[in-house]
């Protein structure tokens, strides 16, 4: 579902931040990357994937499953990389992916952590979720 909506490319710091859906051929690099920055488990099978330079530096997991809205399973940034507003854009693109797909909420629940980070792109709390409206 995400494949048709395609490839983006932003400017972070200077540097170029290439934002696209996963991809099968890209389990190997995930799973190195959930090792080394989000502590192991399992690689997310949908969602993005941001690079610098061509290095893997963003991933987000999402769920497209329930209407009306894409759910955000994890946002997960390189060390390095962190305060630089990689996240940021991460979270701008799938506002963008979300209003092609005709979704009106991003959603975040349960918050675990990173709520300072998600007020400040904008979402606000429900309950035990954090929600942003992208469409109208």
Do not use: C
């Not at 190195?32 to 502590?39: G, I, L, P, Q």
């Not at 290095?55 to 987000?60: D, K, S």
């Not at 990389?81 to 854009?89: D, L, N, S």
């Amino acid at each position: 579902m995400l494949e048709k909506h395609g490839k983006i490319t932003v400017s972070v710091r200077g540097q170029k931040l290439f934002v696209r859906p996963i991809e099968p051929d890209d389990s190997e690099a995930l799973e190195r990357f959930v090792a080394a920055y989000a502590n192991g488990g399992a690689p997310p099978k949908n969602g993005l994937l941001g690079k610098l330079v061509g290095n893997l530096v963003a991933v987000m997991a999402i769920d497209v499953s329930a209407p009306g809205k894409i759910r955000i399973e994890s946002l997960v940034v390189a060390t390095e990389y962190r305060r630089k507003h990689v996240g940021r854009v991460m979270i701008r693109e799938l506002e963008s992916l979300a209003r092609k797909m005709e979704r009106n909420w991003l959603v975040v629940e349960p918050v675990t952590e990173g709520n300072e980070f998600l007020r400040k792109v904008g979402f606000i709390e429900q309950g035990r979720a954090m929600m942003k409206r992208v469409g109208s």
